[in-house]
């Protein structure tokens, strides 16, 4: 942003931002959304693309243990569909959106989600994937908790039990085909059921 505010020459911007409606009230987000901002006033024609709830989030230590041992914790109702997105799928999108000569897809904002699952049906894939039980408990207590002393994680459960926000993952995958990938697929490519594998370890993967 600021080579572009300083009248440097750049052709083409891919921005890696998070879907979301207006009205989602996430400060996070308001910030990924201000930088588009700066991109539309400047008249640069920035792909942006939103990415949804990442998938490699669910490998940190506060989250995969639990389900490694057959509890998933996730602070929403179990039949509430949440959109994933792969941090891979992202630079991959990008990539490939650099490489289009011309930019064909400048200008252009893509919300990017390689499947829908609600948490029920999370916890049934990560059953498959680590060849025992898991079962998706809500994190009431988490939710509680950070109503009152974490007003940012406060922000993002309310967010994604209440988005309307609509990714089309068909027509994604028409315009980018091959360059998708399915929660399970994901599993099993980063080699969920090593329990020995961590979140470090496959961030030296991405």
Same mark, same amino acid.
């Given at each position: 942003? +600021?080579?572009?505010?300083? #009248?440097?020459?750049?052709?083409? &911007?891919?921005?890696?931002?998070?879907?979301?409606?207006?009205?989602? #009230?996430?400060? +996070?987000?308001?910030?990924?959304?201000? &930088?588009?901002?700066?991109? +539309?006033?400047?008249?640069?024609?920035?792909?942006?693309?939103?990415?949804?709830?990442?998938?490699?989030?669910?490998?940190?230590?506060?989250?995969?243990?639990?389900?490694?041992?057959?509890?998933?914790?996730?602070?929403?109702?179990?039949?509430?569909? &949440?959109? @994933?997105?792969?941090?891979?799928?992202?630079?991959?999108?990008?990539?490939?959106?650099?490489?289009?000569? $011309?930019?064909?897809?400048?200008?252009?904002?893509? =919300?990017?989600?390689?499947? !829908?699952?609600? $948490?029920?049906?999370?916890?049934?894939?990560?059953?498959?994937?680590?060849?025992?039980?898991?079962?998706?408990?809500?994190?009431? @207590?988490?939710?509680?908790?950070?109503? @009152?002393?974490?007003?940012?994680?406060?922000?993002?459960?309310?967010?994604?039990?209440?988005?309307?926000?609509?990714?089309?993952?068909?027509? !994604?995958?028409?315009?980018? $085909?091959?360059?998708?990938?399915?929660?399970?697929?994901?599993?099993?490519?980063?080699?969920?059921? =090593?329990? =020995?594998?961590?979140?470090?370890?496959?961030?030296?993967?991405?």
């Amino acid at each position: 942003v +600021r080579a572009l505010q300083s #009248g440097s020459s750049v052709s083409h &911007v891919v921005f890696n931002s998070a879907a979301a409606e207006p009205t989602h #009230g996430v400060k +996070r987000i308001s910030q990924k959304h201000a &930088v588009e901002g700066v991109f +539309r006033e400047l008249g640069m024609a920035a792909t942006l693309l939103r990415a949804n709830l990442f998938m490699e989030e669910l490998w940190k230590s506060y989250t995969r243990p639990s389900i490694l041992k057959g509890r998933y914790p996730f602070s929403l109702p179990p039949d509430r569909p &949440v959109y @994933l997105t792969s941090v891979r799928d992202m630079g991959r999108l990008a990539g490939t959106c650099l490489a289009r000569t $011309p930019p064909a897809v400048a200008g252009r904002t893509f =919300n990017v989600a390689s499947d !829908l699952l609600n $948490p029920a049906l999370m916890a049934e894939a990560f059953a498959v994937a680590q060849g025992r039980p898991c079962v998706h408990k809500q994190a009431t @207590l988490l939710r509680f908790f950070s109503r @009152l002393f974490l007003p940012d994680l406060w922000e993002v459960i309310q967010f994604y039990r209440t988005s309307k926000e609509v990714t089309d993952i068909a027509a !994604l995958s028409e315009e980018f $085909p091959g360059l998708l990938t399915p929660f399970a697929a994901f599993l099993e490519e980063t080699n969920w059921a =090593n329990a =020995n594998f961590t979140y470090e370890d496959l961030a030296l993967t991405i």
